[in-house]
């Protein structure tokens, strides 16, 4: 027997001749404890559902070693312009709301004509013209048949 074998022998003998020794292992709460945590984990393990769960704390942990300041900082750039794009739409679709519950009827096409010479209505026709025919070549463009080579 090598020394580290013969030390590793003995403390399993001095561990089993006094548990107390041991340490917050032996105390019956933190066995009450890990018995409760083992039943909770049990249909996880049962169906296969923990790897799921360690195989996404894999991924981030894979992601946060990957981070280096440029990635934070255009995944902060992302974050920042998405959240002024859905604050400026809110504040658009409110203003409208609120100009659409002024009106006692519905505009004529008279009326709706006259808005449309006002350059920001143009405008935002403009944009909104722009962005329904880049859904549209989108939406064909998912529907068409994709080429083999």
């Not at 203003?95 to 008279?110: D, Q, V, Y």
């Amino acid at each position: 027997m090598t020394e580290d074998t013969s030390m590793t022998v003995a403390n399993l003998a001095a561990t089993a001749a006094a548990p107390e020794a041991v340490g917050p292992l032996q105390d019956p709460a933190t066995q009450a404890g890990l018995e409760d945590l083992a039943l909770k984990l049990a249909p996880l393990l049962q169906g296969r559902r923990l790897h799921n769960i360690v195989d996404l704390l894999s991924a981030i942990s894979d992601t946060i070693d990957m981070a280096d300041d440029a990635l934070v900082q255009k995944m902060m750039r992302g974050l920042e312009e998405g959240v002024a794009g859905a604050w400026a739409l809110g504040n658009a679709a409110r203003m409208a709301g609120n100009l659409a519950a002024r009106e006692t009827a519905p505009p004529s096409l008279l009326d709706l004509y006259r808005r449309s010479r006002d350059p920001d209505v143009r405008a935002g026709m403009a944009f909104a013209l722009n962005f329904l025919q880049i859904l549209g070549k989108q939406a064909k463009a998912a529907h068409q048949p994709i080429d083999v080579d």
